[in-house]
């Protein structure tokens, strides 16, 4: 059966591809090239790291290919990540890339060339419940990149691997040290991969978005601060705004309209409940509430909560605890034993 | 066994010229500056390979100057022309080679008026825009390729001579695609430089030529050791200039047989795919284009993914422009041509050369036809 292989030129896709070849799959890798990295900065998908990946693929002896994505990539990541941004909400990119990009984009053109399937090298599982495929948690929960995938559709699962799903980053590594792949230990890229290396500021800068000169009010509404645009803060941050409050301080609210930022004490930055809209359900829900364990941030902890279905797309979910910065733009994703089974994008945190 | 139809890009090295780089790889060895006998044997190889390729082409020897290829030349050009005069511009046309646009984008960024001449839709140089720049601005270069590499296109160099002539500017040819492919004594005659490449007819890589025409200055761009009569400093690829010379030889003598021989073939593998897939759309011009050259397009299909299916399949071919990540972006020369971004993407090139045969056009085509038909049917 024939495989493409998302190829990116790290550890994880390497070892993802060599594992498929080794079970005796047809493999052909891919590097996605999804936009043009500015030169000097060291940004995900450069130049370089195409080449590692092709480096790569010689050294397993299987076909590589680059191919472009820049113009989808650019209307429906990176467009909407900079219109979220400036009014005011923090979004995930990386979730509307893996929804359009990563799996459709690449398993449309995966087909045209007679693959079969596609394969990352995401740490997720999949599942076949009462015929859908859902996401689940690999061996390595601390690596879990779940959140991420929530809305690839249960269609393109059925027609992706997952061939780290039951290992550990340090099997993973080891493997890729014994097949003599020559990955590097590379940095791993934690940010957003088009803004890594850079400012947030600066990549702004970059796209055209201007500084909007803002006042900073606490919660009680005085003046404390100036800020130069809404679009560097998120709920919850501790930094960016000056110091000498006494107490931390926090972002607890963004208004875009008043091009203000409100800090405040962390209390007040937490929440008992959210709005949802844009939702997924991977399970046709028996009822309209369902009792989840909900995560509302990559590499958070899962709360345990209930999320009541409001109309097609929205939804409401309230925590047994309260949770810290519930952040506008960002999703929340049910989990059901270990399961994800659904998800949405925050519209705002309820107090 | 793999069917090579990328001979655009890169051709197989020719077998006579194989056999005389063997001597220079082993027993001839010296510096060709060297005084002594290993030097001397090393300085008559490169001296005969430059004899003979201007015996071949009508030229003198002492105009030729090796480069380590035709990107180099066409920097050299473009940079020392541009040092040397900078109150002057240039003109290049849109189809250029990148070789050529890369230089004058930076050009333009130091201050240098560059100007681009426009193409009609056979990406041929349009000639009354190329007068009306010449007339508009001081030009004291024009750079027009031969022959376009992406689609074929021959362009009309005698009349783009007559028109910088008589502006008094300074004409530079870049006939790495043209080479024998056609007869290109008119470059010779109507030009002030000329740039040749060897691995595009079976030479080795890394080895180009500029010429120069006499009584025309062109400043050094690489300084050091003297060679090359103090044109071009660095050590001669001596195994690579032997090389060329046999390569220019012998696709010269081949010409006018090759250029049949390949017309015919490229004509027959056009026909085959027309009559199978009759919507596709022939993006070479059908008159006054290289014999070997075939870039089409099929609507809603990503020329990218051809690629792919054909290699898979043992078919080499090529589309578009790669970027240096790899990845196919559209070709400029498409879009000057007014193909749109979409059209561009989906166009494919095949360019055949000295050892396709029949079979390999057949095989080739059916391939082809197959792989459209699989990469629609998959929609």
């Known amino acids: ?351 | 066994m793999r069917i090579y139809l990328d001979h655009n890009a890169t051709s197989p090295m020719l077998r006579e010229v194989r056999e005389a780089i063997t001597l220079y790889l082993d027993n001839i060895f010296g510096n060709p500056m060297s005084i002594h006998e290993e030097g001397r044997k090393a300085r008559e190889g490169i001296e005969k390979a430059r004899k003979d390729i201007a015996d071949v082409l009508g030229i003198k020897a002492s105009d030729c100057f090796f480069t380590s290829g035709a990107t180099e030349a066409n920097n050299w050009v473009i940079y020392k022309f541009a040092q040397d005069h900078p109150k002057l511009g240039i003109a290049v046309s849109a189809v250029e080679h990148p070789s050529i646009i890369e230089p004058c984008n930076s050009l333009e960024r130091d201050g240098i008026n560059i100007v681009r001449i426009r193409v009609n839709k056979e990406a041929r140089v349009d000639l009354d825009f190329l007068e009306k720049v010449l007339n508009q601005n001081k030009i004291g270069l024009v750079s027009v390729q031969a022959a376009n590499n992406e689609v074929g296109t021959i362009q009309p160099i005698s009349e783009v001579s007559k028109i910088v002539k008589g502006r008094g500017a300074l004409l530079h040819i870049d006939a790495t695609q043209a080479l024998g492919r056609k007869d290109i004594s008119d470059c010779f005659a109507c030009a002030d430089f000329v740039t040749l490449s060897s691995h595009k007819i079976g030479g080795p890589k890394g080895v180009g030529l500029l010429w120069i025409r006499p009584g025309v200055y062109l400043r050094q761009m690489i300084m050091g050791g003297g060679q090359e009569r103090g044109k071009r400093a660095g050590t001669e690829n001596v195994a690579g200039i032997v090389g060329f010379g046999v390569a220019v030889v012998v696709c010269e003598q081949k010409r006018p047989e090759n250029v049949k021989r390949l017309t015919e073939l490229r004509d027959r593998l056009w026909g085959g795919i027309l009559s199978e897939i009759p919507d596709v759309v022939r993006n070479t011009p059908f008159e006054d284009c290289l014999c070997n050259t075939l870039n089409i397009s099929f609507s809603s299909v990503l020329g990218e993914l051809v690629v792919v299916r054909m290699d898979m399949a043992g078919v080499a071919i090529s589309s578009g422009s790669a970027c240096s990540s790899g990845a196919m972006s559209p070709s400029h020369v498409l879009l000057a041509m007014g193909k749109s971004k979409q059209e561009a993407l989906e166009s494919i090139r095949i360019s055949l050369g000295w050892e396709n045969t029949e079979e390999d056009i057949e095989m080739a085509k059916v391939l082809l036809v197959d792989a459209i038909k699989g990469i629609r049917g998959a929609i």
Not at chain 1, 59 to 64: E, K, T
Not at chain 1, 184 to 199: L, T
Request: overall charge positive; glycine content about 10%.
């Open chain 1, 1 to 351: 059966m024939r495989v493409v292989v998302g190829m990116s030129g790290g550890v994880d896709s390497s070892v993802a591809a060599l594992l498929l070849l080794e079970k005796g799959y047809d493999v052909v890798g891919v590097h996605m090239h999804l936009f043009d990295a500015k030169k000097g900065t060291r940004t995900c998908c450069s130049v370089e790291d195409a080449y590692n990946a092709r480096d790569v693929a010689i050294s397993l002896g299987i076909p590589f290919y680059v191919w472009n994505f820049e113009d989808i990539f650019r209307e429906r990541v990176i467009d909407p990540f900079i219109k979220d941004y400036i009014s005011g909400k923090t979004p995930n990119p990386c979730i509307a890339c893996n929804e359009e990009i990563k799996f459709q984009g690449l398993l449309e053109r995966a087909e045209k060339i007679g693959a079969d399937a596609i394969a990352t090298g995401h740490y997720a599982d999949i599942r076949e419940i009462e015929g859908s495929r859902l996401l689940k948690r690999p061996k390595d929960r601390d690596k879990d990149q779940t959140y991420f995938l929530y809305r690839v559709s249960s269609d393109v699962l059925a027609r992706t691997i997952f061939p780290l799903a039951t290992l550990t980053k340090s099997e993973i590594r080891n493997k890729a040290v014994l097949a003599r792949l020559p990955v590097s230990d590379k940095r791993e890229s934690q940010e957003v991969c088009f803004v890594d290396g850079q400012p947030l500021e600066l990549f702004f800068k970059q796209f055209g978005v201007e500084d909007r000169i803002g006042e900073i009010v606490d919660e009680k509404g005085n003046i404390v601060g100036w800020h130069k645009g809404t679009h560097v803060f998120t709920i919850g941050q501790r930094r960016g705004f000056g110091k000498g409050f006494g107490a931390p301080r926090y972002v607890i609210d963004i208004r875009y309209e008043q091009n203000q930022v409100v800090i405040g004490p962390k209390d007040l930055a937490m929440f008992k409940g959210a709005r949802l809209d844009r939702c997924i359900w991977k399970l046709p829900q028996s009822g309209m509430t369902v009792k989840a364990e909900v995560m509302v941030r990559y590499k958070s902890r899962g709360h345990m909560g209930v999320v009541k279905r409001i109309g097609e797309s929205e939804a409401e979910v309230m925590f047994e605890d309260q949770v810290f910065a519930v952040t506008p733009g960002q999703s929340a994703v049910f989990y059901r034993d270990d399961l994800v089974i659904g998800g949405g994008v925050i519209k705002y945190g309820i107090r």
